[in-house]
T-cell receptor, first 112, second 112 residues
Framework: DGGITQSPKYLFRKEGQNVTLSCEQNLNHDAMYWYRQDPGQGLRLIYYSQIVNDFQKGDIAEGYSVSREKKESFPLTVTSAQKNPTAFYLC???????????FGPGTRLTVT | QKEVEQNSGPLSVPEGAIASLNCTYSDRGSQSFFWYRQYSGKSPELIMSIYSNGDKEDGRFTAQLNKASQYVSLLIRDSQPSDSATYLCAVNGEAGYSTLTFGKGTMLLVSP
């Protein structure tokens, strides 16, 4: 089955701890993305990567870090520097130049 | 800063009616346009893409694009209660540009 997987589905952390969210795809897509969604808000782009070992900051990259060591994987680390980390985090991938993106199921992060 | 505007709703329609969802965008250079459906607590699902002026039909869904007026719309015919969701409009830049700008979404409620 081809698809995008994110784990875990729910994640709880204490304030001050770094946490890494997993995103894996077996669709052979070149581009991968991380978004954050808050209640009543649209999707906001955190980071994206169009090729292995390269990534670009999105609109709200502060307090986050990523890596792209393999085509299939694009993990996101939420660091303690992120002021309001509680949110729904969505990973997406895209096959080509027309721009359509396909989303994983998401990880709901709660930091207390 | 690119902007994509949608009426937040909710848009309420009775079962069997046509639901009309609208979206305007600010970047005249936009080339690719997408509609996503997002059920409460779930990730967005791509339901329509459109790249040229005019109408594109897929089952009960019709996407309409007017680049001169910078708007894109989604019509849902024979609306069903299962269509109740938030619909996100997303816009790409010029061909090859790899990020999407999302609107905040319109909530659709279809009553039986």
């Amino acid at each position: 089955d081809g698809g995008i997987t994110q784990s875990p589905k729910y994640l709880f952390r204490k304030e001050g701890q770094n946490v890494t969210l997993s995103c894996e795809q077996n669709l052979n897509h070149d581009a991968m993305y991380w978004y954050r969604q808050d209640p009543g808000q649209g999707l906001r782009l955190i980071y994206y990567s169009q090729i292995v070992n390269d990534f670009q900051k999105g609109d709200i990259a502060e307090g986050y870090s990523v890596s792209r060591e393999k085509k299939e994987s694009f993990p996101l680390t939420v660091t303690s520097a992120q002021k309001n980390p509680t949110a729904f985090y969505l990973c997406a991938s895209a096959p080509g130049k027309l721009g359509e993106q396909y989303f994983g199921p998401g990880t709901r992060l709660t930091v207390t | 800063q690119k902007e994509v505007e949608q009426n937040s709703g909710p848009l309420s329609v009775p079962e069997g009616a046509i639901a009309s969802l609208n979206c305007t965008y600010s970047d005249r250079g936009s080339q690719s346009f997408f509609w996503y459906r997002q059920y409460s607590g779930k990730s967005p699902e791509l339901i329509m893409s459109i790249y040229s002026n005019g109408d594109k039909e897929d089952g009960r869904f019709t996407a309409q694009l007017n680049k001169a007026s910078q708007y894109v719309s989604l019509l849902i015919r024979d609306s069903q209660p299962s269509d109740s969701a938030t619909y996100l409009c997303a816009v790409n830049g010029e061909a090859g540009y790899s990020t999407l700008t999302f609107g905040k979404g319109t909530m659709l409620l279809v009553s039986p």
